[in-house]
Structure formats: structure tokens, C-alpha cells
């Protein structure tokens, strides 16, 4: 069956600009990562979904991030305001249920901020 | 300190040969481990998910845990080109922050098996 897939696969934009990113999951998981990964670095937590529901959006570095999951199935990790800090993989998860089950990672889309 | 420690490398093997890749942790709420692994621009994939102490094999890879010590690691036999990627530890816990089920990685370590 189909991943998690991640759209788009690359972005580059101008600082200051605003961004939106694509997950979509695996059919039938209701738990939902971001994660933030930079050069040379693992991937860094960013707010965790079940359901609708932010969980967790402990990770978030800031109030210019912010990630939405209205159906419980396809969320958007939007940034405001970007800054060239913010360059990264954003990466997205999916898992069954959360807490211990096997989280099943997207390509990544690849943020440039120039 | 950081909550793990993992040395990034880089990791320069010759075919065949095995493979040792550690991670070290400071806090003993942690209560499941992992291994994934990820090739250049991809996502990182699973390799070995384990809850306790001990050792657990799959195929060529085992994963080896030491919660007393607070230390992971992998083990790779007879190494193959394919094998050539960046291996990422990482660790969870239930109620770790309050949150339920996000993964704290290590940096990761780069590996190239030479044929």
C-alpha cells in the first residue's frame, strides 16, 4: 500500500515569505509527526497529532510555526514569516495509534530559505 | 549533556566486515528503542524496535540494549555496499514531557561499506 507521501519534495522561497507543507499518511493512522531535520543532525520533534488534536506541540520553535489536521487525516505544517534558520527537511510520520507503535516516515520536502 | 549521544562519524568499512554503531542516553524514562536507517534524500526507514534489555536479531542486524548502562547499539554482519546510509538511534517514552510517543534521535551516523 501507499506511505506516508510529503508535497511538495522541494521549496525554496524568500525570506519572509510564507510556506505550507503537505503530509499525507498512511490510510487508517491516526497518530501524525512533524519532525524537522538539518544538515547533519537527526530529526528534531515538532508537534505531535491523534486525530484532529494537537497532542503535543511541544517541539514547535516558535509562534511562526503552526500545523493543522482538520479531518484527522492530511496535515499542513505552515511557517510565517520565514527565516533562513529555517531551512530543513521537514519530515512527516504516521503511525497506528501513537505512544509505542512503529512511526513510518515521508521523504521529506526540503525547505530553502534564501 | 544531550539526551543522546550518537557519533556522527563518518564510518568507512570494507565489505564484509561488522559493523558496531552506539548511542548513549541520560534519562532512564525512556522505555523503547530503535534503529532506523536513512539513505540520501529519503525518509528514514525502520531497521530493529525493541521495549527491554538484551539483545534482538533480524537477519544480519541486531540490536543490543543495556538500560542499567543506558546504552543502544546495532551491529551490522557482513556488511554490504547497500548497507552504505546514515543509522539514526532513537529513543521514546510513554509519558516523557507529556507527550505520547514522539522519538528523541541521535544525530546519526554516517556509514560507507567499500566492495
Known amino acids: 500500500g501507499a506511505g506516508v507521501s510529503q508535497t511538495p519534495s522541494n521549496k525554496v522561497t524568500e525570506k519572509g515569505k510564507y510556506v505550507e507543507l503537505r503530509c499525507d499518511p498512511i490510510s487508517g493512522h491516526t497518530a501524525l509527526y512533524w519532525y524537522r531535520q538539518s544538515l547533519g543532525q537527526g530529526p528534531e520533534f515538532l508537534i505531535y497529532?491523534?486525530?484532529?488534536?494537537?497532542?503535543?506541540d511541544s517541539g514547535l520553535p516558535n509562534d511562526r510555526f503552526f500545523a493543522v489536521r482538520p479531518e484527522g487525516s492530511v496535515s499542513t505544517l505552515k511557517i510565517q514569516r520565514t527565516e533562513r534558520g529555517d531551512s530543513a527537511v521537514y519530515l512527516c510520520a504516521s503511525s497506528l495509534s501513537g505512544s509505542r507503535e512503529t512511526q513510518y516516515f515521508g521523504p521529506g520536502t526540503r525547505l530553502l530559505v534564501l | 549533556q544531550k539526551e543522546v549521544e550518537q557519533d556522527p562519524g563518518p564510518l568507512s568499512v570494507p565489505e564484509g566486515a561488522i559493523v558496531s554503531l552506539n548511542c548513549t542516553y541520560s534519562?532512564?524514562?525512556?522505555?523503547?528503542f530503535m534503529w532506523y536507517r536513512q539513505y540520501s534524500r529519503k525518509g528514514p526507514e525502520l531497521l530493529m524496535y525493541t521495549y527491554s534489555s538484551g539483545n534482538k536479531e533480524d537477519g544480519r542486524f541486531t540490536a543490543q540494549v543495556d538500560k542499567s548502562s543506558k546504552y543502544i547499539s546495532l551491529f551490522i554482519r557482513d556488511s554490504q555496499p547497500s548497507d552504505s546510509a546514515t543509522y539514526l538511534c532513537?529513543?521514546?517514552?510513554?509519558?516523557?514531557?507529556?507527550?505520547?510517543?514522539?522519538?528523541?534521535f541521535g544525530k546519526g551516523t554516517k556509514l560507507s561499506v567499500k566492495p
Open positions: 532513537a529513543i521514546g517514552s510513554m509519558n516523557y514531557g507529556g507527550s505520547q510517543g514522539n522519538l528523541i
Open positions: 534519562n532512564s524514562a525512556f522505555q523503547y
Open positions: 497529532f491523534q486525530g484532529t488534536g494537537a497532542a503535543d
